[in-house]
């Protein structure tokens, strides 16, 4: 399978994982969010909206309006991985380039499926990066 075949295969998991978790209501919708930029508590109505992140569609950002407007270069200058259960921006990393080869890329998302908030699994600390799968795949490097 190739990469494009595998990243739209991973979208309709994602896809899949939403609906369900819709039906089930799961998914709790925070009123406050922290601005990774001013730190503050601020209503979800004022952070940024990202239209598309080419998987996921209507992610919430980790940044209120004001900063991003404030602090473009701050805001372009990261990496940030999006949870396609609960649409919204769970980290954000600085660029850098792994000892595999794995870059994280200034201004790119990247995808996991599900987080601490959405996820029914108590304590879960990790989550697999859609991203870093098909890179590894294509280059025959074991994912654990």
Do not use: N
């Not at 602090?71 to 940030?80: C, F, N, T």
């Not at 660029?95 to 201004?107: D, H, M, Y």
């Amino acid at each position: 399978m190739d990469l494009l075949r595998q990243r739209d295969h991973l979208a309709h998991k994602f896809a899949v994982a939403r609906e369900r978790q819709a039906k089930v209501g799961t998914v709790a919708i925070p009123q406050r969010s922290v601005c990774l930029i001013c730190k503050k508590h601020k209503p979800v109505t004022d952070m940024v909206r990202i239209p598309t992140t080419g998987v996921v569609k209507g992610v919430m950002d980790c940044f209120c309006s004001a900063c991003a407007k404030e602090h473009p270069k701050e805001v372009s200058a990261l990496a940030r991985i999006v949870c396609a259960g609960c649409r919204e921006v769970v980290a954000a990393v600085e660029p850098f380039v792994e000892r595999t080869g794995f870059p994280w890329v200034a201004g790119r998302f990247y995808h996991v499926s599900e987080c601490p908030v959405c996820s029914k699994k108590l304590g879960l600390t990790e989550s697999q990066i859609a991203e870093k799968i098909c890179f590894y795949k294509s280059r025959g490097i074991p994912y654990s």
